[in-house]
């Protein structure tokens, strides 16, 4: 991964959303909800003020709209703060 996110940051990548299907209705990327659950495939080294708790591998569920959105290699990604992640799953 040549991404490396500074501070408290972490780069996400999140889970695909499952398509649905209502009595053969294919439901589109767009009104499918957004996943709020992905892995953490870096992490930062935190601030003077806030240790990083994060690492690669992590299971993290975060808030709905947080991160920014970015795309890298044709592949979609989230970078956001350490504090938008909500929990790690074990």
């Known amino acids: 991964m040549n991404i490396r996110p500074l501070g408290d940051r ?8 499952e398509e649905v299907t209502m009595a053969g209705i294919i439901i589109p990327d767009s ?26 591998g992590d299971e993290v569920l975060y808030g709905k709209y947080a991160g920014t959105e970015i795309e890298f290699e044709g592949e979609k990604y989230l970078i956001m703060r350490q504090s938008d992640v909500l929990a790690v799953i074990a």
Do not use: F, H, I, Y
């Open 10 to 17: 972490v780069l996400v990548q999140p889970t695909a959303a």
């Open 31 to 56: 009104a499918k909800e957004k996943p709020l659950r992905g892995k953490v495939l870096a992490a930062g080294n935190g601030t003077k003020d806030e240790e990083m708790l994060l690492k690669a």
